[in-house]
Each structure stands twice: as structure tokens, then as C-alpha cells.
């Protein structure tokens, strides 16, 4: 069995891959610490990606989609500092098999991966009791792609250039959001696309 376990913290790193081992000792772990060492490792096949969900070069939650079209049968299991449980609804919408955060004891860590490697999925504590509804819900890969350009500030002719679309169109999408967002111009959007997309 390997682990992919993927944070820029190398501290935390060590002392997870320490708790993994109690796990399992024959594990195998192996590292990445930012978004382009992490997708060069996937190249291989890994059982378990354990996922930092702000590393440098990620996108917030989106970056879940992201890996899993490259890769649709990667488990996802997000070890985050955000305890927004919004941000980690939107984590879990976005297709991870489960969510923890870094407050969490050996113990909940070592429950979580033994839940995400039997196929299920591991629910924080955060999501057990009560329901909640991810604004992300019914939006396609597009809109959740400008949402995260809206989440990072960007100008309507950056996110057209950078998503290969005109102005117009890029206006026309960002109003559309802020509809479905329910805010009232674009910086309560970004605010609020932060806080749905823990970025």
C-alpha cells in the first residue's frame, strides 16, 4: 500500500507520516509539496492521496476536480488548517473521500484513513449533525474555474485571458454568479468564493 501525502509543512509532514505508520508499518509514503511536485507523482498509482488543501499552486477546493479527472479513481483524503464547514462541504462535493483538519489527534487521523481506504467516505465532525448546502451545487467545471479566479481577484480581462474567453462572456458568466452567490458585486464574491473554496 502507498500513501501519497502531499503539504508544504515538512514538520507536519514528518510527524503525519509518523502517525501513518501506526496505521500500518509496511506502508509506503511517499511526498510532494506543492502543486507541480504533487502532479508529477501521479504519475504512479498511489491508494490514498492525503491532500493539504493550500499548498502553493492550488486552487482551494477546485484543484479536487482537477485531480480527479486526471485521475478518477484517486481517494482524496483533505488534512486542512481550514475548519469552515462550507469549505469543507464544497471539498466533499468536489469528489474527496473525506476531510479532516489539522487540529485533529492522531487517533481521528488514523479513523479517517482507515474510512477513506475501506470506500467510504469520512465526514468531519464539523458535517456529522447538522446539514449543510454548498453554494457550488449545480455549477459546471467553467463556473467553478471562474469562481476561483473571482476568489483570487482577478480583472474580467484576466480571467478571459487566462480562460480563453471574451470580456463579454466573462461579464456576462460573473453576473450570473453573483446571482447564484447571492451577494451584491464582486468583491463580496471573491470573499465569499474564499470561503467556499478554502483559498
Known amino acids: 500500500m502507498t500513501i501519497l501525502l502531499a503539504d508544504d509543512h515538512g514538520l507536519f509532514r514528518d510527524s503525519m507520516a509518523l ?9 509506503n509514503i511517499e511526498f510532494a509539496y506543492d502543486w507541480t511536485s504533487l502532479n508529477q507523482q501521479l504519475s504512479r498509482s498511489f491508494d490514498l492521496l492525503m ?14 476536480s482537477d485531480l ?3 485521475s478518477a479513481d484517486l481517494k482524496i483524503l483533505v488534512v486542512s488548517a481550514n475548519d469552515e464547514p ?28 482507515s ?13 456529522t449533525n447538522r446539514s449543510i448546502t454548498a453554494p457550488i451545487k449545480n ?14 481577484g482577478d480583472s474580467n480581462k484576466t480571467i478571459a485571458d487566462k480562460m480563453h474567453l471574451s470580456e463579454g462572456t ?13 451577494v451584491d458585486n464582486r468583491t463580496q464574491a471573491g470573499i465569499k468564493a474564499r470561503d467556499i473554496l478554502g483559498i
Not at 19 to 27: E, F, H
Not at 51 to 64: E, V, Y
Not at 86 to 113: F, P, R, W
Not at 115 to 127: D, R, Y
Request: hydrophobic share 40%; glycine share 6%.
Open 19 to 27: 502517525w501513518i505508520k501506526q496505521y500500518d508499518k509496511k506502508i
Open 51 to 64: 491532500l493539504d488543501l493550500n499548498m502553493p499552486g492550488m486552487q482551494g477546493a477546485t484543484s479536487i
Open 68 to 70: 480527479l479527472a486526471f
Open 86 to 113: 462550507q469549505t469543507m462541504q464544497t471539498c466533499l462535493d468536489c469528489g474527496a473521500s473525506g476531510y479532516i483538519t489539522k487540529a485533529s489527534d492522531g487517533h481521528e487521523i488514523l479513523k479517517a484513513i
Open 115 to 127: 474510512t477513506v481506504l475501506s470506500g467510504n467516505i469520512h465526514l468531519p465532525q464539523a458535517l
Open 139 to 152: 455549477l459546471s467545471n467553467k463556473q467553478l474555474k471562474l469562481l476561483t479566479h473571482l476568489a483570487k
Open 170 to 182: 466573462v461579464k456576462q458568466y460573473v453576473s450570473r454568479l453573483l446571482v447564484h452567490l447571492d
